[in-house]
């Protein structure tokens, strides 16, 4: 039997075809317009350009039948209407200066995407008179005249019914809502003095989901004030105030106590130049602030906003806008990193308000839960068959040293953490203030003590570094090598001694000592990873810091000895003027400050 082989197919020569403006503007709402709350950034953004004081956004179905954003700006004219629905049309920029953006929006693409996927209805009034233009899967109908009281409002019906595939890719109208109230949130907390409304409107009747009016003032004062309305009081509660500078960046806003603090990042809000931003290298500058003061398990809280000259800063570099790139992100991330240390550090023991309502939740009273059967008769409830528990039913004949009064500790009940009045289980003390009790726990908050203490003393001393008997011979690229070189001043002070060895090769000469034993090569190619993603030498200092909290939690107060009162008191004294003494090195809190109004709640005094 002959086989013969296939013949090979020759392709036919591919025709380049020019797509249609329909083609072209489906293609770009697939960028831009990625879900409902998509759309409702986009005309929420086009509003705060037009200088609006308030802005009211009704959905329904969450966003898929209807978007209606309505806005008391400057509005347009009848002959702006239809330019404003055509691509690459805007009055934000003249195209002279690509770098220098002033304005949310300048690619002028939204509109035009929006009307090629759904149906689009824009009313605006400039001056004396309103008018109205409809466009529907790409298709507008000629300008009319239309009442309106001045500003724009902009009608999205039934949004992606000229691509109804983009459909199966949406989640449920619940989920969808909820994401159009995060982009409502966060345009809020980057402006302040505008009021957002946010309705919902699917069951025929307008629900408020989200209301933040105008706030007036001081722009920090207006600032916390919507932060109270968009993430709630007890961040409010528990924020620490931001306000730092450095070469041209200006960082604001505020961030959460470290004892505050989340499962997951659903709480990090990031602006620059009044832009909400997602942007992985500020996120990783927010996590890098926290590093030493909260457990990995656990995200920071904090809405941060930077502020610099536009042309230090590209915002063109995606589609939505999400993402930014600075001209010098080391400048960035240093600023963050830096100034929430610094408001941590002066937030000193501090502990966050809510650890106090959860201790205030574990010591209430709860009744034993009854199970009745229906044929049995309903006993009667009297002091003899009732059943009580307490926070502390189940701890085991705790022994309480009382401290006498003296007049020194009658003085030191008017500092921040009191006078110490007794130990409990030979680890808890037990404090007296002016107007409560605080609880500290002696173990941790000695380790943060020690902790701090060994910091200090590195940061005073540098890092004891240890010769190799035989350098460490480790080959990279001749532009690593460049950029490992470049730090090494740095490096040298953290104890990792480093060479040119010719070509891309390093010689690694000396390591930490307190690192001991180290895979030299493996430490060198960490902090190259460090210097190529962040620009600094964090990973090293971290595996540094790392190693001071372990000494620092094993040379530190154990669990189970006995206190003195002087030494207890100079524990308390020493938490008030240590910077972060406010938790440990996992981030779990170190003191519980009740107040009297808390403590005669729990017994029914108030």
């Known amino acids: 039997m002959t086989v013969t082989s296939p013949q090979i197919q020759t392709p036919a020569t591919p025709v380049i075809r020019q797509l249609d403006d329909a083609a072209i503007n489906r293609i770009a709402a697939g960028e831009v317009v990625e879900r409902p709350a998509s759309a409702v950034k986009e005309l929420v953004e086009n509003a705060i350009d037009a200088g609006a004081t308030r802005i009211d956004v009704t ?61 689009l209805t824009i009313t605006s009034r400039c001056g004396d008179e309103g008018s109205s233009i409809r466009v529907a899967g790409g298709r507008m109908d000629p300008v009319r005249p239309a009442g309106h009281p001045g500003g724009t409002q902009v009608d999205l019906a039934d949004l ?103 499962g997951a990042a659903v709480a990090q809000y990031l602006c620059v130049n009044g832009r909400p931003v997602r942007d992985k290298m500020l996120l990783g500058a927010l996590r890098a602030a926290y590093m030493d003061v909260m457990s990995r398990d656990r995200h920071p809280v904090a809405c941060l906003f930077i502020d610099c000259d536009p042309t230090l800063v590209d915002v063109n ?25 610094h408001a941590l550090a002066e937030a000193g023991h501090r502990s966050s308000t809510t650890v106090s309502t959860a201790t205030l939740g574990a010591m209430t009273p709860v009744t034993e839960p009854r199970v009745y059967q229906m044929d049995r008769p309903t006993p009667r409830f ?16 705790a022994r309480i040293d009382p401290v006498p009064d003296t007049p020194e500790t009658i003085a030191d009940e008017a500092r921040p953490l009191g006078a110490a009045r007794a130990q409990l289980h030979e680890n808890y003390i037990l404090s007296q203030t002016a107007d409560g009790l605080v609880i500290v726990d002696a173990h941790a908050a000695h380790e943060r003590l020690v902790y701090e203490r060994l910091k200090a003393q590195m ?23 460049d950029l490992l070189l470049s730090q090494a001043d740095d490096l040298a002070r953290l104890g990792l001694g480093i060479e040119p060895f010719g070509g891309g090769a390093v010689a690694v000469r000396e390591t930490p000592a307190i ?16 210097l190529q993603d962040g620009g600094d030498t964090g990973s090293l200092k971290a595996r540094i810091d790392a190693i001071l909290s372990r000494v620092a939690c ?42 009297m109004t808390d403590i005669e709640r729990l017994f029914g005094r108030t």
């Open 59 to 119: 959905i329904a179905d969450g966003g898929k039948t209807l978007i209606r954003v309505s806005d008391d700006g400057c509005g347009m004219t009848a002959a702006d209407l239809p330019l404003a629905l055509s691509r690459h049309a805007t009055s934000k920029i003249d195209g002279s200066d690509l770098l220098n953006i002033h304005s949310f929006g300048f690619r002028g693409e939204a509109l035009p995407s929006l009307g090629a996927v759904g149906r």
């Open 160 to 262: 992606f019914y000229a691509t109804p595939a983009r459909l199966k890719f949406l989640r449920s109208d619940r989920a969808e809502t909820q994401a159009i109230t995060d982009v409502i949130k966060r345009l809020s907390m980057a402006e302040p003095f505008i009021t957002f409304i946010l309705r919902d409107s699917s069951n025929g009747e307008a629900r408020t989901l989200y209301r933040a009016d105008a706030e007036t003032g001081d722009m920090f004062d207006a600032l916390h004030r919507r932060l109270r309305a968009a993430i709630g009081r007890d961040f409010a509660d528990n924020a620490l105030r931001l306000d730092a500078e450095r070469d041209g960046f200006h960082l604001t806003g505020y961030a959460a106590l470290p004892t505050f603090s989340k």
């Open 317 to 341: 570099v995606h589609p939505a806008k999400s993402e930014v790139r600075f001209r010098d992100p080391a400048v960035v991330r240093g600023l963050i990193v830096s100034g929430i240390r």
């Open 382 to 397: 009297t002091a003899q068959n009732m059943t009580f528990q307490s926070g502390f039913a189940e701890i085991p004949s």
């Open 459 to 481: 940061r005073d001393n540098g890092v004891t570094a240890q010769a190799l008997l035989i350098p460490e011979i480790v080959e990279l690229t001749p532009g690593e090598a």
């Open 515 to 530: 690192l001991g034993t180290v895979d030299a090569r493996r430490l060198v190619l960490d902090v190259l990873d460090e």
């Open 554 to 595: 094993h040379g530190s107060v154990r669990t189970g000895r006995r206190m003195s009162a002087p030494e207890m008191n100079a524990l308390l004294r020493e938490m008030e003027a240590t910077p972060l003494s406010g938790q440990c090195n996992h981030g779990r809190p170190t003191s519980v400050t009740l107040s």
